[in-house]
């Protein structure tokens, strides 16, 4: 498929598939295992992933534009999706002589892929995880608990970071692919995110569940600064998606300002009314043209891990800010669930603490910025 097909498809998904369905997932607590196999049928699962293993082989860039439109319509739903892509793109990248086992089902959605780093003690300390990873014959023996795992729900396909060393100890931790269907994996309950139900996010815990040494995706001490890496562009997409949700907002608002009648005129004749709309999309325009730029540079292969943590702490700021603005000129009727801007609301608030808190990411800019002016 090329970029525009790919974009059209997920405008397609987005209009046709979440908008519909995604209050009914919210109200039913997670949406169904088919929403992999449809996302897979439109071609969404394996955007970077190459040709020869069923995938799209597109760019970065394209990858941030499909999320932004997704968000659109169920941030929770985008990030379920993007989820188990970046499972198969990090396979054919980690462990391409096991990648061919599973990655075409990931492309299909007949398997579902989650990425588990934290666990119910640590979150932004992610050094202080105690799942542990013991040498044994063959491979590894992984013992311990993940919890606020995007797709728990569903996955069976799981990168899984554990501690070979003592806790605290950032060189010991490795990646490893967990086959949920093996044993030693027990599927745990769900984190019930409020308005992020379709994202199935939830606990799992690992009983002695061996790992052959083909299925580790990263050594102990690489896989740790593999990660800092890669979160860079879960940074980015996650920009790109506020972008989506606020736009949605945007024009939600806009058409009923035009239906919606107060003192004999339609509420976007007022002036002060307009500006709601007028800041929220000026906001939007400054962090696309961040998150492109980004996006690009990162697709040439340079560093932009100021620009991504950047870009995500103006995304909260921006969504956290102007979806309570945008539900406010709607008055009442901003509060129906008939909307998605409750589901983007609490949205914002998670966006301020996936892949790195606005804390964290301004303790990265600042270290940054101090290296820069030293
Ligand atoms: C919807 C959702 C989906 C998620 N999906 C995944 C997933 O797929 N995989 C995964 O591994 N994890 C996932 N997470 C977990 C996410 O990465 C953590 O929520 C995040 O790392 C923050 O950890 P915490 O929630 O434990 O907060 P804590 O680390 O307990 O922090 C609580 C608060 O204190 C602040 N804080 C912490 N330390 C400091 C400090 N040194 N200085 C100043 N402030 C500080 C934080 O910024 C935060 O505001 C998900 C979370 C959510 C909400």
Redesign the pocket.
Known sequence: MTADAIIAAAQDFADQYITPHAQAWEEQGGLPREFFARAGASGLLGLEVPASFGGAAQSFAVKAEVCEILAGADFGAA?ALI?SQNVAKKLVTAAPEIAGAYVPDLVIGARVG?????EPH????FAAITTRAAAAPGGWRLTGH?A????AAHADTIVVYAQTKAPGDASGIGAFLIDARAPGFQRGTA?G?LG?QS?G?GEFQLNDHFVPETAVLGAPGAAFKAILAEINGARLYVAAMCCGMVEAAIRIAAAWGRSRTAFGVPLHEHQSWRFALAEAATDVAGLRALVHAAAARLDRGEDVQLAAAQAKILAARIAQARLPALIHAMGAEGLKPRYPLGRHLMAAQ?V?????????LL?RVAKLTMKDTG
């Open positions: 990030m989820n989650c990425t588990a780093l934290t640590a979150g932004s300390d993940k606020w795992i995007v797709n984190s995110s992020l994202c996010a998670a301020g603490l996936v892949d790195g808190s606005t804390e964290m303790e």
